[in-house]
């Protein structure tokens, strides 16, 4: 099997920066030891486990690709960048025809899935890569479609914590309030109660301090009208190991695709967890 030319994109961000320890050790991956990444980054390279990384800022990566291009040939890109870049991103990989994994939540999602659609590439867009909480999703979703209303007339409370440096609500506690919607709870994505400070993640929330600078907690509580009934789902993550292992998932199913001859198309986790 080649080996996968991969360009990690958004170091030396946290995320990025776990993904890339996962490819280096994983010899399906050949990472490209350049990155794009945000204005406000003033360092030109980072190092990772030994391997340093050029870093380009965003007035020269276009300039910046076509040379990488012409050196690596065929490659993929992951993006883990900030939600402000998320739709520019896009456009910038679909404009140069580089097939990517989206990881970064944010941003127009609907603008996004078209800008792929239109263009000659596909891409994996997810607000979430860990497998097992995707799984989680796609039986809500199932629930949703199956049973209408289910829930109607009970409460709804969800909460959401992760590091301070999570810019946005979390896209999984979005995407959840779809399917709550569905089963006949009025909730709106502005009643999500998202917490981002360390002292109340520790103190209240009983997160270990050790994984307060990456963590994704999140509770649903449903409740009936007359207070007998109390429903509660809680998926808690510590670290980012998980969310790397799946994002390693959905390159593979992208490089599979991409041999396929798919052009256009938008791939979620759920294509990627069903492999077909």
């Given at each position: 099997m080649n080996r996968i030319k991969l360009m990690v994109n958004g170091l030396p961000g946290n995320m990025a920066a776990n993904v890339v320890k996962h490819a280096l050790l994983d010899n399906r991956f050949e990472l490209i030891t350049q990155s794009l990444t945000g204005p406000e980054i003033t360092d030109t390279e980072t190092v990772i486990d030994s391997v340093s990384f050029d870093l380009i800022q965003p007035q020269d990566r276009d300039q910046s690709i076509l040379a990488i291009k012409d050196k690596e040939g065929l490659f993929l890109s992951v993006d883990y960048t900030h939600p402000s870049a998320v739709n520019s991103n896009a456009e910038f990989y679909c404009r140069h025809g580089l097939p990517f994994v989206m990881g970064t939540t944010g941003g127009d999602r609907q603008g996004l899935d078209e800008t792929v659609r239109k263009s000659s590439i596909p891409g994996v867009i997810?607000?979430?890569?860990?497998?097992?909480?995707?799984?989680?999703?796609?039986?809500?979703?199932?629930?949703?479609?199956?049973?209408?209303?289910?829930?109607?007339?009970?409460?709804?409370?969800?909460?959401?914590?992760?590091?301070?440096?999570?810019?946005?609500?979390?896209?999984?506690?979005?995407?959840?309030?779809?399917?709550?919607?569905?089963?006949?709870?009025?909730?709106?994505?502005?009643?999500?109660?998202?917490?981002r400070d360390p002292h109340i993640q520790k103190t209240v929330w009983g997160i270990p301090e050790r994984y307060l600078e990456g963590h994704g907690w999140h509770t649903y509580s449903l409740e009936s009208g007359d207070k007998t009934v109390r429903f509660e789902f809680t998926h808690n993550v510590n670290g980012r190991d998980v969310y790397a292992q799946g994002t390693l998932d959905a390159l593979i199913y992208l490089n599979k695709k991409v041999a396929e001859g798919a052009q256009g198309q938008v791939f979620s986790m759920i294509d990627v967890l069903k492999g077909v």
């Open positions: 997810a607000p979430n890569m860990a497998k097992q909480i995707v799984g989680f999703q796609a039986m809500m979703e199932y629930a949703a479609n199956t049973f209408p209303d289910l829930f109607k007339g009970y409460s709804l409370e969800i909460k959401e914590s992760h590091q301070k440096g999570k810019a946005d609500t979390s896209g999984t506690a979005k995407a959840m309030v779809r399917y709550f919607t569905s089963l006949g709870l009025a909730f709106a994505e502005n009643d999500i109660i998202k917490e």
